[in-house]
């Protein structure tokens, strides 16, 4: 007989059935043999009090081994709790995890990624008019960026836009004794010997809206530039202004091993001149020193604020001492 829980109780129900009629297993007077369960050969507990005790033992013990059984209600039971969790961790729509998948939708919406932009004509931005240069001769420095966004372009000063970290950093860094505003950018000279300029004149939304032509164009302006300036220092915002420059002068870009932040190597210095050429100072001119820092938008998030601040302050301590050199030169 198959031990399931249906056979137990039929087992039960005919001993109950056998001892309400008075039916006894052996005749023999004034002795009772107990019943015997035919599964097992085992005898049955007695009609007694702690029999009955034992008998629920015997009943108990008989569900739980039935429980076990793969087929078994209980474990049915189980495995559906874990089919409907599953499913309720995959299925959006389930109201039970409807708060998980409106935050893990939340997060990819706040981290979406900002569309690409194309090259634009110019004449998508000819209402714009280009910055004026700041610039004068014998500057310590003059910081190149990469063209006017509409905002800088509309009010006419640079590195206008409200998420621009440009004037942040120079301050941080020492460049600055204070925070400018951008409409204070035409007092750089005056203020701190210090200019602006870009690789490409003209108005855009961002740099993809330019051409490979209109940067490497632009490189042989600049050096055009610093060659009748003649600054001691060139700062270039943003590494991807430093690569246009790269690939103009070696036909591709830097590998990863000829790119770093700070001070690059004398030969790369701006505005040099094939013929000799002197100075104010009547020294052999041989181009302004290059130093290269991270981009200032506030759409370039690659670096942390910290990070780029340690990258941006010693050039702004070297600013400085130049400054108080010429400040104790004039005094002499």
């Known amino acids: 007989m198959a031990r399931t829980r249906s056979g137990k109780v039929k087992a039960v129900e005919t001993k109950s059935t056998s001892e309400a009629k008075g039916i006894k297993s052996n005749n023999t007077p004034g002795t009772q043999t107990p019943d015997i369960d035919e599964e097992n050969g085992q005898a049955l507990p007695p009609p007694t009090f702690n029999g009955a ?18 087929a078994s209600p209980a474990q049915s039971v189980k495995r559906v709790s874990k089919r409907t969790i599953t499913q309720a961790t995959d299925d959006d729509d389930d109201d039970v995890d409807f708060k998980v998948e409106a935050t893990k939708s939340a997060s990819k919406r706040s981290g979406k990624k900002r569309k690409s932009s194309r090259y ?7 209402h714009l008019k280009p910055l004026t240069d700041i610039l004068e001769p014998n500057l310590i420095c003059v910081f190149v960026g990469t063209n006017p966004g509409v905002q800088t372009a509309t009010a006419g000063h ?26 204070e950018d035409v007092d750089l000279p005056r203020l701190y ?8 004149d003209r108005p855009s939304k961002d ?20 060659l009748k300036y003649k600054p001691e220092a060139i700062c270039i915002v943003g590494k991807g202004i430093w690569e246009a420059i790269w690939r103009y002068r070696y036909g591709k870009n830097p590998k990863p091993s000829e790119f770093k932040y700070g001070w690059q190597d004398e030969k790369e210095n701006m505005g040099q001149s094939k013929e000799e050429v002197l100075d104010d100072n009547g020294n052999v001119w041989r181009g302004a020193r290059v130093f290269v820092t991270t981009s200032t938008s506030g759409l370039a998030a690659s670096l942390k604020p910290a990070e780029k601040e340690a990258i941006w302050r010693p050039f702004g301590e070297w600013v400085q001492k130049k400054r108080a050199e010429r400040a104790q ?3 002499e």
């Open 329 to 331: 030169a004039t005094l």
């Open 53 to 70: 005790l034992q008998k629920f033992q015997y009943k108990s013990v008989g569900v739980q081994t039935t429980s076990s059984d793969p």
């Open 193 to 200: 010997c210090m200019g602006n300029t870009n690789i490409v």
């Open 120 to 126: 634009a004509d110019p004449s998508k931005y000819a």
């Open 158 to 183: 640079a590195y206008a836009h409200p998420s621009n970290h440009f004037w942040k950093l120079l301050h941080t860094s020492g460049l600055t004794d204070r925070r400018l505003r951008p409409e």
């Open 207 to 226: 740099a993809a809206e330019l051409s490979k032509e209109e940067m490497a164009a632009g490189t042989a302006d600049l050096d055009a530039k610093f």
